[in-house]
């Protein structure tokens, strides 16, 4: 079957780095993309990754590495406007997204 | 500002009784999709069209169904709610369905089940 995986929850300090990892499994490969979905809201786009590498956009950036079958996204300058669910989801062969339960972030201050 | 729309933004319906959702679109996209999201989950396609083309995902239960009378609507009727049906419904739009053409969502339309 096609999965997804990512950590549930991560807490992290306002201004400091944090990194979301995503693994995953999935009939083909035709990007990964991450998303931002704050609570009771709709997901909004962050980044996309199609080659292996780092993506850079502004306090965001998204690596990937298809023969590991993982990404990252790393966030730095935390905001508590950060706090958030942040969902990784790769296209498949079919050119479905397959959607991971998403990464909820905790911003202290 | 070209966008999703959603409508309502929150549904209470009864156990069993019809309801329907709606979406309408102003960026000309030619495909919209119907994802159910429960609290805490990934979204879960439902359909997607592909312009006129309907598209089911295999598990999608029958009490769901679609339709798009035009480019810019999208409906979402759901026969028979039942308390599991409970969720966020989420719209979006992609211009083609391969490529970095990423989805825009909708504000989504949160449904309660009495």
């Known amino acids: 079957g096609q999965n997804i995986d990512q950590p549930t929850e991560m807490t992290a300090t306002e201004g400091a780095i944090v990194q979301i990892n995503c693994t995953y499994q999935?009939?083909?490969?035709?990007?990964l993309f991450w998303y931002q979905q704050h609570a009771g809201e709709a997901p909004t786009f962050l980044s996309y990754n199609v080659l292996d590498g780092l993506e850079e956009k502004g306090r965001f950036s998204s690596f990937l590495s298809r023969s590991k079958g993982y990404s990252y996204l790393l966030l730095k300058e935390l905001q508590m406007k950060d706090s958030a669910s942040y969902l990784c989801a790769v296209r498949d062969s079919n050119y479905q997204l397959i959607w991971g339960a998403g990464t909820k972030l905790i911003i202290k201050p | 500002d070209a966008m999703v729309i959603q409508n309502p933004r929150y549904q209470v319906t009864q156990f069993g009784k019809p309801v329907t959702l709606s979406c309408s679109q102003t960026?000309?996209?030619?495909?919209m999709y119907w994802y159910q999201q429960k609290s805490s989950q990934a979204p879960k396609l439902l359909f997607h069209y592909y312009d006129k083309d309907f598209n089911n995902e295999a598990d999608t239960p029958d009490n769901f169904q679609s339709r798009r009378p035009n480019t810019s609507f999208c409906f979402l009727d759901i026969r028979s709610p039942g308390l599991g049906d409970a969720a966020m419904y989420l719209c979006a739009t992609s211009r083609e369905a391969g490529g970095p053409d990423t989805q825009y969502f909708g504000p989504g339309t949160r449904l309660t089940v009495l």
């Open positions: 960026l000309n996209h030619n495909v």
């Open positions: 999935t009939s083909g490969f035709n990007g």
